[in-house]
Each structure stands twice: as C-alpha cells, then as structure tokens.
C-alpha cells in the first residue's frame, strides 16, 4: 500500500479503496466522458456508460477466478504541466488457487494521465502495460 502525501497519492488510494468496496458508480466519477484506454492491443475511446457497464462483468469474472481486492503497490507521478499529472502504478492482484486455496500474486503495471485542473480530478487515459487476460492464461488461472 502507498503512503498517500501527495493530492495525486490521495486520489489514487481512494480509486483502490472505491475498487475493494466495489463502489462502481464512484470509481466510474473518477474518469472523464469519454476517456481513452490503451493495452497491448491498441489505444480506444470508452464511453463512460460502457464502462460502468463492463465494470460488474469484470468483477464477477475476478471473483470466480478466487481473486482477493487488488492491492496498489507503488505509485510514481510526472508531473507534466500545471494541470495534467502521469501517474505510473504497480497492482498486486491475489488469487486463491482452485485445489490448494494457495494464494498467486499477480502484478499489473498501468499508467494514467490525470487532469488535476479541476476540484475533483479525473482520469483521462488508462493503459494497461499488460494482457491481464492473457498473463491469468498463461499462470493457468483462467482457461478459456
């Protein structure tokens, strides 16, 4: 966990504790309409009504998987102008294993652009470093 001394820190400890309590309509406030999203697959605009949409999907899938609350483990801001911060961050997702309930750390890195010119900040770009679908495939966790 981070240690939250920096209003970007302050924002980003309550997005992981909106993500544990699975508040998606509050997660869902800290994005822009629309913003973009980026993964090894290419970069896409996402509507903000399709995200809220596709956020309890996720979680159901994650917690079939045996997935415990994802864990912010580092977080590295740029500041980049007087509004706009890159925040570059490391999560630890745990999942329990199906036959031993032994518990197998994945990390995912990921990079937002916050807008901070506004009372309440927002995301504007997410990318994802990672095919978290993918590296759950390969650990064994998920099977198609």
């Given at each position: 966990m981070i240690q939250a001394e920096t209003d970007v820190a302050r924002f980003f400890e309550l997005y992981a504790k909106k993500t544990r309590e699975d508040n998606d309509p509050?997660?869902?406030?800290?994005?822009?309409?629309?913003?973009?999203?980026?993964?090894?697959?290419?970069?896409?605009?996402?509507?903000?009504?399709?995200?809220?949409?596709?956020?309890?999907?996720?979680k159901l899938l994650f917690d079939r998987l045996g997935c415990k609350p994802a864990v912010l483990l580092s977080l590295h801001e740029t500041q980049l102008d007087k509004r706009y911060v890159l925040a570059?961050?490391?999560?630890?997702?745990?999942?329990?294993?199906?036959?031993?309930?032994?518990?197998?750390?994945?990390?995912?890195?990921?990079?937002?652009?916050?807008?901070?010119g506004q009372e309440e900040f927002k995301i504007v770009m997410y990318m994802a470093h990672q095919d978290v679908m993918q590296v759950l495939r390969d650990r064994g966790i998920l099977r198609d």
């Open positions: 509050a997660l869902v406030s800290q994005f822009t309409d629309p913003f973009v999203s980026a993964d090894p697959h290419g970069t896409r605009c996402v509507r903000i009504e399709d995200f809220a949409a596709a956020l309890p999907k996720r570059k961050t490391t999560w630890r997702f745990d999942f329990a294993r199906e036959n031993s309930g032994e518990l197998e750390q994945v990390l995912a890195d990921s990079t937002f652009l916050v807008d901070t």
